[in-house]
């Protein structure tokens, strides 16, 4: 008999620990949601969250993430590219390797907005698909001088968890291919957002 409990407990543990984790932070959508949501936020508790990934951006070969959607015959000339506009649907990854696992995608536009430096301006979201992130967005908009050590741009907003945080995410350029153009970037992310108490 003991013999048998032992076994079913084992059973039921080993249910516990392989039930999939997939919805257990599902936030709820819809206007209703949202509105309760606001209505709870004077009990909501705000949260520091760090965030860690890397940003593959791949222009070159026959699967670029990203690509030149406008140009003017000004930026051939322009040292700095100044003109250039590229859309983007980059991984982001755990790791800096290519085939390192996929946490979310960097969809959104960066332009050549500098005559002095290379100097882009963002204008993304990061989508994130993975863990307890999966659904929810961050916005990025910021000035990204992409040949300095470190980059600093806001984070501007969000959705999903993230709905109404703001933060600081830097960049830092871990491997850059001259001839290409391809860069694997790696991002640290600081991000105030709200969770319920
Ligand atoms: C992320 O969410 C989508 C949509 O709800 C779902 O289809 C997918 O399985 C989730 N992925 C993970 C890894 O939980
Ligand atoms: C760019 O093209 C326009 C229209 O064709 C032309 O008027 C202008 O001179 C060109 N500028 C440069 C920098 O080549
Ligand atoms: C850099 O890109 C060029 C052109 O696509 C390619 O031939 C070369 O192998 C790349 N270098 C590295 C280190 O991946």
């Known amino acids: 008999m003991a013999k048998l409990i032992t076994i079913l407990m084992l059973y039921s ?7 999939p984790v997939a919805h257990v932070n ?16 004077p009990n909501a508790k705000e949260k520091l969250t760090k965030l860690h990934f890397y940003f593959h951006d791949i222009v070159s070969g026959k699967n670029p993430s990203a690509i030149t959607v406008a140009q003017s015959n000004f930026t051939l000339k322009s040292p700095t590219g100044f003109g250039l506009v590229r859309m983007m649907d980059d991984a982001l990854t755990i790791g800096p390797e290519p085939n390192s696992k996929i946490i979310g995608r960097a969809q959104g536009i960066y332009g050549s907005a500098s005559l002095e430096e290379v100097g882009l301006l963002m204008t993304l979201n990061f989508v994130f698909t993975e863990g307890e992130y999966n659904g929810s967005t961050l916005s990025v908009l910021g000035h990204n001088p992409v040949f300095r050590e470190y980059r600093e741009m806001p984070i501007v907003g969000g959705s999903g968890v993230f709905r109404l945080a703001r933060g600081v995410a830097t960049a ?6 001259v001839t290409s153009g391809d860069a694997v970037v790696e991002y640290n ?9």
């Not at 830092?172 to 291919?177: D, M, P």
């Not at 992310?189 to 108490?197: D, F, N, P, T």
Request: charged content about 15%.
């Open 13 to 19: 543990l080993a249910q516990a620990i392989s039930k």
């Open 172 to 177: 830092k350029t871990v491997w850059f291919n």
């Open 189 to 197: 992310v600081m991000v105030l957002h709200y969770v319920c108490k």
């Open 26 to 41: 599902v936030i709820p959508q819809g206007p209703e949601a949202v509105q309760e949501w606001f209505k709870n936020l």
